[in-house]
């Protein structure tokens, strides 16, 4: 119904304003003509549309959340001649709840570095919620479950239920001129709302960056960073990311994570912990006019196959170097960006399926869904979620020993327990540790094994204060924390 009546009352004012343009420059037919009758705009029309679109913001904002973050950084007043000045430091971001027990998607960038992140709930006026603050609204920590930095996504969880949830449009791809609309919190003023359209839906602003977006005139400016694009029928079609601009404000270049790459990010963080990526197993580059023309290719445009990764699975299906690649999926691959994506959204669980060119020769190939590993997710398939969990730290451990010190090369202490995941729960302490850090000893009592970290961790009070002694990336650190 909302979309029906934004069509109509669009299709009347287009209609209203063809009416007086031609009225315009049509001549009297007498020649004593003095004036013309000029169209009244139909105020029902443009009432009922004023009405729809206050019908949508009602019906999105509930599930648009205000993201508050803190930490330590830098001063800007910082002399360069002098020590640097620490101070606290406060940002605002946007967020969107995509399931009811309180699961939020937004930025990497929103909740990086972030000693505490606390989401705010806005709360319907006809509530009789008593713990909610001054001006209808409920604020709650969250923690940080899960996030990529390729895709600059994380999953934040609060401890609620019940709440209103938005749903991703999956269906099909946003087209340009389609009618959208971004809500968030630009410059910290929560559920603002504003319109525009889609003006391109697959840009890739960094040429060195295979990351596509939806380009939007929406006006967008900090602080909207994390909330939905939406489309007139409430669906999320992407996240508002970051914007183009000289002066740091709105300048009309918007840009959002298309919708489907947040719900396979979303859905990989909820199921795996982390993001798979399909392994291809080749160097590809995008066919131009003029590479085209020099390697005698027979079009002009898609993806080549440059070179391939031996043993690999590109290899293994019988692709070859020189081979253009015009399908993954189905889905016709017109250069880079689109080869990108078509991996990144490709299921681990089904095989990728590839059309080519070889000469004037169409091929097809099917490609096991290799996942691309490091050695990190190597260590992780070791961990017991339940045994290998120290969920005070907020992490997945396990005890280094010989079969796991020969994926761990430069290893200067043979003993300790290797951090493979993280694991936030809501009695975790933000110890700043991360996957790939090996424990060597808390507070400097000397850790060896899962059990000793476990056993360590749990004689600690809060109020406590504690220090790790770690290594990362062949150098020893100190990292220092409170007890909560």
């Not at 694009?229 to 918007?254: C, E, H, M, P």
């Not at 990144?344 to 990728?352: D, G, M, R």
């Not at 020969?406 to 951090?419: D, F, K, P, T």
Request: glycine share 10%.
């Amino acid at each position: 119904m909302i979309r029906r009546l934004m069509i109509a009352g669009c299709v009347a004012i287009l209609s209203a304003r063809a009416a007086c343009q031609e009225r315009a420059v049509k001549p009297a037919t007498e020649p004593h003509a003095v004036e013309q009758v000029v169209p009244r705009l139909p105020a029902d029309m443009l009432t009922q549309l004023s009405g729809s679109l206050k019908e949508l913001a009602s019906k999105v904002s509930p599930a648009v959340v205000q993201i508050e973050v803190s930490g330590f950084g830098v001063s800007e007043k910082s002399d360069p001649k002098d020590a640097a000045l620490i101070v606290r430091q406060h940002a605002i971001g946007s967020g969107v709840i995509v399931d009811p027990d309180g699961y939020i998607m937004t930025n990497l960038h929103v909740v990086a570095g972030a000693q505490r992140i606390r989401v705010v709930l806005p709360v319907p006026a006809n509530t009789s919620d008593v713990s909610s603050g001054p001006g209808n609204v409920r604020v709650l920590d969250a923690k940080l479950i899960g996030s990529q930095k390729e895709s600059d996504l994380a999953l934040l969880k609060i401890n609620a239920r019940n709440l209103p949830t938005l749903r991703f449009n999956l269906e099909r791809e946003p087209q340009p001129g389609e009618l959208v609309f971004a809500i968030g919190s630009p410059e910290g003023l929560q559920n603002s709302v504003t319109m525009g359209v889609i003006s391109s839906a697959l840009r890739q602003p960094d040429p060195d960056n295979p990351m596509v977006y939806l380009q939007t005139d929406a006006p967008i400016n900090p602080g909207n960073s994390g909330g939905p694009l939406v489309d007139v029928t409430g669906a999320v079609v992407g996240l508002n990311t970051f914007i183009l601009t000289n002066n740091g404000g709105y300048q009309g270049l918007g840009f959002a994570i298309p919708a489907r790459v947040v719900d396979f990010v979303y859905q990989s963080l909820r199921k795996y912990g982390r993001v798979y990526r399909t392994e291809f197993g080749a160097v590809v580059q995008t066919v131009t006019p003029t590479m085209a023309a020099g390697l005698g290719l027979t079009q002009d445009w898609g993806v080549v196959i440059a070179d391939l990764v031996r043993p690999g699975p590109a290899d293994s299906a019988g692709i070859k170097p020189g081979d253009i690649i015009v399908a993954i999926d189905g889905n016709p691959v017109s250069g880079l960006a689109g080869f990108v994506k078509a991996l990144y959204l490709h299921s681990p669980e089904k095989i990728l399926r590839v059309d080519a060119l070889r000469g004037t020769q169409k091929l097809s190939f099917e490609i096991p869904a290799v996942q691309a590993r490091d050695r990190i997710d190597q260590l992780a398939d070791v961990a017991d979620p339940v045994k290998n969990r120290i969920e005070r730290l907020g992490i997945f451990g396990v005890t280094l020993d010989r079969e796991l010190r020969s994926l761990l090369s430069g290893m200067r202490i043979a003993r300790g327990v290797v951090v493979v995941g993280q694991a936030q729960g809501f009695n975790s302490v933000d110890t700043g540790l991360r996957p790939g850090d090996v424990i060597h000893s808390l507070n400097r009592t000397p850790i060896e094994s899962v059990e000793h970290l476990q056993s360590a961790v749990a004689q600690l009070k809060p109020g406590d204060a504690a220090v790790l002694r770690i290594e990362r990336q062949g150098q020893f650190q100190f990292l220092a924390f409170e007890v909560e």
